[in-house]
């Protein structure tokens, strides 16, 4: 059973630490363990006090890195909105080139 319950907290300690870190392939990976063993956790039978208690924080640490990364894709997605907004400007750029370059 002390098995599990540091099983619980290692686990929770990566995805918290990956997802502060914004290690986006650590995050991935912590969460491929997670779904491991997603039966085992859901059942939780016949577990301890302290295992449970490690179970909380488990699932505060899984909250906190969803919200971080809902949080990181709204970044990227108002920063992929503003490329978009400027693509014609850089278009036009490219195709006409350096307005300096014409005038030495």
């Given at each position: 059973m002390a098995d599990r319950q540091a099983r619980l907290l290692r686990l929770a300690g990566r995805?918290?630490?990956?997802?502060t870190m914004r290690d986006?392939?650590?995050l991935a990976e912590a969460d491929?363990?997670?779904?491991a063993h997603a039966a085992?956790?859901?059942a939780r039978e016949h577990w301890s006090t302290a295992e449970l208690r490690a179970f909380a924080v488990l699932e505060h640490a899984h909250l906190q890195a969803r919200e971080r990364c809902a949080c990181e894709a709204e970044r990227?997605?108002?920063r992929m909105a503003e490329l978009r907004?400027?693509?014609s400007g850089w278009m036009a750029y490219a195709l006409n080139g350096d307005p300096d370059e014409s005038n030495p």
């Open positions: 995805l918290s630490h990956a997802a986006w392939a650590e491929a363990e997670l779904r085992e956790f859901a990227t997605e108002a907004s400027r693509r």
